[in-house]
């Protein structure tokens, strides 16, 4: 099995920043793709930024140029630092990690998720 625990959401007026981070334990072989999603009550769940193990990024359009996910690899950790904060932000953030298993097939972990709260 695999832990996440994910850090860092809270509330903060527009314009502002904050920085989410997510820690991945337990038994891992392999991590092939780590991201972070959001879901805002009412909407579907969106994929925010994801990276790759090769260091290939993806993001939302709504938030190109304002977030950027990192990873460090060693400690299996990915982190999201979001700047120029809108309301539209608000939502649960979650943490996602792609695990590749030694025999080929992967399996996707969710963290418990995090409040993030924009104010106006």
């Known amino acids: 099995q695999v832990q996440l625990v994910e850090s860092g959401g809270g509330l903060v007026q527009a314009g502002g920043s904050l920085r989410l981070s997510c820690a991945a334990s337990?038994?891992?072989?392999?991590?092939?793709?780590m991201g972070w999603y959001r879901q805002a009550p009412g909407k579907q769940r969106e994929l925010v930024a994801s990276?790759?193990?090769?260091?290939?990024?993806d993001y939302a359009d709504s938030v190109k140029g304002r977030f950027t996910i990192s990873r460090d690899a060693a400690k299996n950790m990915v982190f999201l630092q979001m700047n120029s904060l809108k309301p539209g932000d608000t939502a649960v953030y979650s943490c996602?990690?792609?695990?590749?298993?030694?025999?080929?097939?992967?399996?996707?972990?969710w963290g418990q998720g995090t409040q993030v709260t924009v104010s106006s």
């Open positions: 990276i790759t193990s090769g260091e290939s990024t």
């Open positions: 996602n990690v792609r695990v590749r298993k030694p025999w080929g097939d992967y399996v996707d972990y």
């Open positions: 337990g038994n891992i072989f392999r991590i092939d793709v």
